[in-house]
T-cell receptor
Framework: DVKVTQSSRYLVKRTGEKVFLECVQDMDHENMFWYRQDPGLGLRLIYF???????EKGDIPEGYSVSREKKERFSLILESASTNQTSMYLCASSPGRDFPNSNQPQHFGDGTRLSIL | GQNIDQPTEMTATEGAIVQINCTYQ??????LFWYQQHAGEAPTFLSYNVLDGLEEKGRFSSFLSRSKGYSYLLLKELQMKDSASYLCAVPTSGTYKYIFGTGTRLKVLA
């Protein structure tokens, strides 16, 4: 089974702090994604990566950055946390570098519920 | 534009059948996914449709009509553990991105 592991289930940080959310997958997947999920808004893509050191902005990248130094690890960074970044953050991975491998489902981690005070 | 619509909430009784609809508008089409998400947990993959018709997997079936931009998830013999949100997702053509619907929250009552 694919395993996507997020470093924390719950995290509480203060406004202005730099926050790191880590995600590791064990299935040698090329693609990795960071989403946030808010009530009534569904899943919104923050950033994704289709290869090591490659990154693409999603729909809501402002206030975030990412790092992918190794294939299995994709980190989300909140440069200066703000209260409007309080949310559930979900990491996902999927195989297949070359489109159209889009019939492969994304596999999600358990999520990190982040509160910014 | 690209968009997915699902009902926000549905309620059904244990043992019954429920149909959760999803309509989508995308430029290009490369299949449609259904995910289940229990409260506080990660979405888990349920089904994938790329051709028209019905795909059956035990108590769950998924239907696709590409010409109508329409899919549904059919859940039979409902159980309490089926209470969850059901997300419809479509890969966007030419990219690695998916568009997710906001999800349908299903409540199964005893």
């Amino acid at each position: 089974d694919v395993k996507v592991t997020q470093s924390s289930r719950y995290l509480v940080k203060r406004t202005g702090e730099k926050v790191f959310l880590e995600c590791v997958q064990d299935m040698d997947h090329e693609n990795m994604f960071w989403y946030r999920q808010d009530p009534g808004l569904g899943l919104r893509l923050i950033y994704f990566s289709y290869d090591v050191k490659m990154k693409e902005k999603g729909d809501i990248p402002e206030g975030y950055s990412v790092s992918r130094e190794k294939k299995e690890r994709f980190s989300l960074i909140l440069e200066s946390a703000s209260t409007n970044q309080t949310s559930m953050y979900l990491c996902a991975s999927s195989p297949g570098r070359d489109f159209p491998n889009s019939n492969q489902p994304q596999h999600f981690g358990d999520g990190t519920r982040l509160s910014i005070l | 534009g690209q968009n997915i619509d699902q009902p926000t909430e549905m309620t059904a009784t244990e043992g019954a059948i429920v149909q959760i609809n999803c309509t989508y508008q995308t430029s290009g089409f490369n299949g449609l996914f259904w995910y289940q998400q229990h409260a506080g947990e990660a979405p888990t993959f349920l089904s994938y449709n790329v051709l028209d018709g019905l795909e059956e997997k035990g108590r769950f079936s998924s239907f696709l009509s590409r010409s109508k931009g329409y899919s549904y998830l059919l859940l039979k013999e409902l159980q309490m553990k089926d209470s969850a949100s059901y997300l419809c997702a479509v890969p966007t053509s030419g990219t690695y991105k998916y568009i997710f619907g906001t999800g349908t929250r299903l409540k199964v009552l005893a």
